[in-house]
């Protein structure tokens, strides 16, 4: 059987492949697995209490539950979903758009597959462009959804350490070139894998050196502002004519409903519609059902400030709390929780690869995420990208308990025979 170049890359393994390869495996399997490596979001009782109510309500409503499941919506998605959404946009955050600045994908990935295939790849006179990650750092998933080769390139950061063991990325906008090649900025905010939060500074210096470079700035926003509000530290929703905003209903509670939400130029809309009819005539409608009611109302921006973001800023400190105490002795950081549903540890002069930590973890019942797969673009060698793993507390405390016990004992057995 003799694949395409596409089909050859798809054949072969990859970060975002493992991720989701253990994440069904960890659920689907008898034996007990500490699944400290997943996006997945807790299944928080007040929200799920919330998305039931209104599942209900749909099916005591002639007609409403044979609509969601029985009649496409246009390949922007629904619209009435769409015309709540834009207004609450404009009311909540001041953005200037209107339904038609908005499309509906299958989850933010598909987002991320068709933006970045969109905007970065063979463009005309044998050129090619490549999205330009500002920050690394970045999400797994970005990896292997360009459709040709080596579509990204990364800037490393600056590290600032603080004395509680913490530390922090910043964008190192000293010496952040953005080349002839660049097709598109792209930050995640707050950023997966770290919880880093870009400051609002940091945004509008990004945008205005977009807006320079006749690029688009695409701020993937799965976990932030406005909702689902998972950012602990002080920052504003930002938009404007230039920047492509991509939201998601994952976070908020509804991960298998797979509702993706893009804010752009209406051009770029189009575009991304003629894509959505393409690859999959319509986005599905069960996310925007469920959601509308909290939409139309800004409910969910109520219930994102004052359940979401309190749950999982508690979960943060207790998590910090416990990787601090188990890990102790050890030469060590943890990226300042700023936001997002992970920890992100870096194990200073590692002796061995976080590969090989994830292995010796994983035979142990323990799944993490080995950092090295979050550095897409970056050129050459850098020790630091084999030293971090990726952690999730949105399992239950006692869980991450207890995995942040047997990672500090992986570690310092690791340690110990440097």
């Given amino acids: 059987m003799r694949f395409s170049s596409i ?10 492949l493992r991720l989701m390869d253990d994440l069904g495996a960890a659920f689907a399997g ?3 697995i500490i699944m400290l490596g997943g996006g997945n979001p807790s299944h928080i009782p007040a929200v799920q209490k919330l998305l039931r109510s209104r599942m209900e309500r749909i ?7 044979e609509r969601m499941i029985g009649d496409y919506d246009g390949p922007r998605g ?7 959404l834009a207004s609450m946009l404009r009311s909540a955050c001041g953005w200037k758009i209107t339904e038609r600045n908005i499309a509906l994908t299958g989850g933010s990935q598909n987002a991320f597959l068709f933006l970045f295939n969109m905007f970065a790849g063979h463009a005309r006179r044998g050129r090619r462009r490549r999205i330009l990650l500002p920050l690394a750092p970045e999400y797994i998933g970005y990896a292997d959804v360009g459709l040709n080769h080596d579509i990204f390139t990364a800037h490393r950061p600056e590290i600032d350490c603080f004395g509680d063991r913490t530390f922090k990325y910043r964008i190192a906008f000293d010496s952040l070139r953005v080349g002839d090649d660049a097709g598109a900025l792209c930050v995640s905010r707050p950023t997966n894998p770290t919880g880093n939060v870009v400051t609002d500074d940091e945004v509008r210096r990004l945008a205005r050196i977009a807006r320079d470079r006749g690029i688009p700035l695409i701020i993937d926003n799965a976990y932030g502002l406005p909702f689902p509000g998972i950012i602990f530290t002080g920052a504003t929703p930002y938009y404007d004519d230039n920047t492509i905003v991509c939201m998601s209903l994952s976070k908020f509670g509804l991960p298998t409903a797979r509702t993706g939400i893009v804010v752009a130029s209406e051009k770029i809309i189009g575009v991304l519609s003629n894509m959505n009819a393409v690859g999959g005539l319509a986005p599905g409608g069960i996310g925007p059902a469920l959601a509308h009611d909290l939409v139309r109302s800004g409910d969910i921006l109520r219930i994102s400030r004052e359940i979401i973001r309190p749950y999982y800023q ?3 400190l207790h998590t910090l709390a416990c990787f601090n105490e188990a890990l102790d002795g050890l030469d060590y950081r943890i990226h300042k929780p700023e936001g997002a549903l992970f920890l992100w540890l870096w194990f200073k002069g590692l002796p061995i690869t976080n590969a090989e930590l994830y292995e010796r973890l994983k035979r142990r019942g323990v799944l993490v995420v080995p950092g090295h797969y979050f550095f ?7 020790r630091h990208k084999h030293e ?3 952690i999730s507390y949105s399992p239950d405390d006692a869980i ?19």
């Fill in 400 to 418: 991450v308990e207890k995995g942040a016990r047997i990672i500090a004992q992986e570690a310092k057995k690791a340690y110990a025979h440097k």
């Fill in 59 to 65: 099916l005591a409503t002639p007609g409403a539950f």
């Fill in 30 to 32: 008898d034996r007990r």
């Fill in 78 to 84: 629904n619209t009435a979903f769409i015309s709540s």
């Fill in 376 to 382: 897409p673009g970056v050129r050459g060698a850098w």
């Fill in 7 to 16: 089909g050859e890359r798809f054949s072969r393994p990859s970060g975002i």
């Fill in 388 to 390: 971090c793993i990726r």
């Fill in 314 to 316: 508690r979960k943060a």
